[in-house]
């Protein structure tokens, strides 16, 4: 019976200390996150003028691992552009939008081996993303008629809800607790907004769609669900 409970309980107790070791050394990390920060926006439209506007986004991670991410997002602000004195167009706008995505992630971590090369180990947080989503746009201040071009006028819409294909590329720098786990992110990206209409500036003219593009830096806050790894994350 003692032979019987040593070759149970050994294995067990070797289980145990294996699976606290690698705790130790950096395999686990938290698979969700909350995530805020803001953006510089830039709307390329009908506008001939491009101006810089500012928002905030505030988002949900599910970190499937951890570099592979997938993500929902609300983006709040403004988005504007034109000149309604300088331009032969006249036209001139601000967009009060609200948007809402999805995203999914994909970090070099995950496809690359880090672990024997500084050099691969600085890139392994470098992140391609895309994915789907829609913009509700509230027109507020807008010109349509040219003061230079007598007559000229551009029609559109004041309100409006379009699709849109975020496409992001950035870096997020991992900050380590005692664990070696990821307690917090920094997130450093550049993202372009497709918009599949012409009413993000709200004219509708010529035949390309709407698009906006944003620098953005926002922070991201581990919340729990700690799972592990197969490979060494902190080195």
Known sequence: M???????????????IVGTAKAQIGYDYAQYDLGLGL??????????????????HFNFNYNAGPYINY??????GVLQGGDSLKTTTGRQFKNDFTAVMFRGQ???????????????NAF????VSSGVGFVVNHITDINRASIKTPGFYTPG???????????????????????????FKIDLGYQYNF??????????????KDAYSQYSIGIKLAIGGVTSYRKQIHY
């Open 195 to 208: 918009v599949l209409g012409d009413s993000l500036d709200g004219f509708t003219a010529g035949n390309q």
């Open 39 to 56: 953006d510089i926006n830039k709307v390329y439209g009908d506008a001939q003028t491009v101006v810089s506007s500012k928002s905030a």
């Open 157 to 183: 819409e004041l309100n409006s809800n379009q699709i849109l294909i975020p496409a992001r590329i950035g870096y997020e720098f991992k900050v380590f607790n005692s664990y070696n786990e990821p307690s």
């Open 124 to 127: 392994k947080n470098l992140y």
């Open 71 to 76: 993500i929902i997002e609300v983006q709040t």
């Open 2 to 16: 003692n032979n019987f409970i040593k070759r149970i309980l050994l294995p067990f107790a070797l289980f145990l």
């Open 106 to 120: 994909l970090q070099m971590g995950e496809i690359i081996d880090y672990a024997e090369s500084p050099f691969a």
